[in-house]
């Protein structure tokens, strides 16, 4: 780890994580906007549309089809970032984690305080009822019928709990990520390129300093750069899934 990083991990007292999907490429999860990422790769349709609220209402086998194959990751483990952020945990340095990624696996590294602002592919809830189902039934759903998941008391479809294309995000978790990066002594933003709107509001809330580290893919803030979250302020930006 950089040397101004390590500096700054031992002197802060309340710092906040903001990461995204850099994060995860080390435990083989792809990121979205790669040269070998999701966006760049060839389907029906562009997956911007395919991840939409309003595929998943018009189309919504190919969206649970497309779902399936692209957003649920099979056999990935927490690598040495998720680790070490819930070990910081542990030592009362790291008061929140706050992550688009929708693994769950700073969950699985140890981490309890974690805000997923994009939600949780291991979450899934009927949309009738509201019961909770895994994600494996999701998965089991696949060349049942037309592969659409419905509840098993109430036949509603089976929604995962990620937040799509013209959806919000939600209201309860932005607020806390807020409130935890504002209470921060330091913020410490990587494995994002911040490009997606939500993202910066949340990291320009940060009253203490920042520090864009050296996975994130940010052309600001390299190697352990200090840098500011602000600068370049979109004035709007599309809600996205990862």
């Not at 911007?48 to 190919?62: D, W």
């Not at 309890?112 to 509201?130: A, D, Q």
């Not at 759903?141 to 509840?151: F, S």
């Amino acid at each position: 780890m950089v040397p101004a990083l390590e500096e700054i991990l031992a002197t802060t007292k309340s710092m906040v994580f903001f990461g995204g999907a850099g994060v995860s490429t080390e435990s083989g999860i792809p990121d979205f906007r790669s040269v070998d990422g999701l966006y760049h790769q060839k389907f029906k349709y562009p997956p911007e549309t395919m991840l939409s609220h309003t595929f998943y209402e018009t189309h919504t086998a190919e969206f649970f089809d497309f779902y399936r194959q692209k957003l649920i990751v099979h056999g990935a483990k927490p690598n040495a970032a998720h680790l070490r952020l819930a070990a910081l945990e542990r030592e009362g340095k790291c008061r929140a984690v706050v992550t688009q990624n929708i693994d769950g696996l700073h969950q699985a590294a140890g981490s309890k305080t974690v805000y997923e602002l994009h939600g949780s592919t291991l979450r899934n809830y009927c949309t009738r009822c509201g019961k909770f189902f895994p994600v494996q039934f999701i998965e089991d759903a696949a060349g049942v019928g037309d592969g659409v998941p419905r509840c098993d008391e109430c036949g509603g479809i089976v929604k995962p709990d990620v937040v799509l294309y013209e959806e919000g995000l939600d209201e309860e978790t932005m607020e806390n990520a807020v409130h935890a990066i504002r209470g921060a002594d330091t913020l410490i933003v990587g494995g994002t390129s911040l490009a997606v709107f939500p993202a910066r509001v949340c990291c320009a809330t940060s009253a203490g300093r920042t520090l864009l580290s050296s996975i994130s893919s940010h052309p600001g803030g390299r190697n352990g750069q200090s840098a500011d979250p602000r600068s370049d302020w979109p004035h709007a930006g599309p809600r996205c899934p990862r």
